[in-house]
T-cell receptor
Framework: NAGVTQTPKFRVLKTGQSMTLLCAQDMNHEYMYWYRQDPGMGLRLIHYSVGEGTTAKGEVPDGYNVSRLKKQNFLLGLESAAPSQTSVYFC??????????????FGQGTRLTVV | GQNIDQPTEMTATEGAIVQINCTYQTSGFNGLFWYQQHAGEAPTFLSYNVLDGLEEKGRFSSFLSRSKGYSYLLLKELQMKDSASYLCAVRDPSGGSYIPTFGRGTSLIVHP
């Protein structure tokens, strides 16, 4: 069982470069999320999706874009990377609200450094 | 707005019991989650409370009081492998989103 798979696992970018983080889930979950985690800040929601073709902004969306063209995939794009985007990025997926008792499943994270 | 508070760090002894508290101030409430996160790894789901009371799952239990805006995670018979961060997340539907918001997490250190 793969669960939630993120690629890449590590990346170093130069300021101004762009990149896309890929998240894939094989559990047929409706909801998918992108979080960033910084020391002492906990998990902060960047963008989320409640179904194929839909996306919405979270707490810290500036500098990021997302797309959910297929139900199993959720892409996070950085258009012009900045040092402030150095972080660990987690993708997660879950069932809809009615099945909240199962919680969310997280990918292993992408460690991104912007120099 | 949402305000979720947890202690930053706690220490405990192997074999003991530890209680990790989470208090929240939200406009609405529709569920509280606890996650465990080992250093360098992904968070994993532990428990979900939506009604008042205690939910028990083996060595771990989670309690909720909606009137007090309070939850705790109780870990019994502590093991070294329980050293991890414990994240509380609250779902507040008042803004139209049912996406949980996370607290900053509590780092638990278990020593022999």
């Amino acid at each position: 069982n793969a669960g939630v798979t993120q690629t890449p696992k590590f990346r170093v970018l130069k300021t101004g470069q762009s990149m896309t983080l890929l998240c894939a889930q094989d559990m047929n979950h409706e909801y998918m999320y992108w979080y960033r985690q910084d020391p002492g800040m906990g998990l902060r929601l960047i963008h989320y999706s409640v179904g194929e073709g839909t996306t919405a902004k979270g707490e810290v969306p500036d500098g990021y874009n997302v797309s959910r063209l297929k139900k199993q995939n959720f892409l996070l794009g950085l258009e012009s990377a900045a040092p402030s985007q150095t972080s660990v990025y987690f993708c997660a997926s879950s069932y809809p609200i009615s099945l909240a008792r199962y919680g969310a499943f997280f990918g292993q994270g992408t460690r991104l450094t912007v120099v | 707005g949402q305000n979720i508070d947890q202690p930053t760090e706690m220490t405990a002894t192997e074999g003991a019991i530890v209680q990790i508290n989470c208090t929240y101030q939200t406009s609405g409430f529709n569920g509280l989650f606890w996650y465990q996160q080992h250093a360098g790894e992904a968070p994993t789901f532990l428990s979900y409370n939506v009604l008042d009371g205690l939910e028990e799952k083996g060595r771990f239990s989670s309690f909720l009081s909606r009137s007090k805006g309070y939850s705790y995670l109780l870990l019994k018979e502590l093991q070294m492998k329980d050293s991890a961060s414990y994240l509380c997340a609250v779902r507040d539907p008042s803004g139209g989103s049912y996406i949980p918001t996370f607290g900053r997490g509590t780092s638990l250190i278990v020593h022999p």
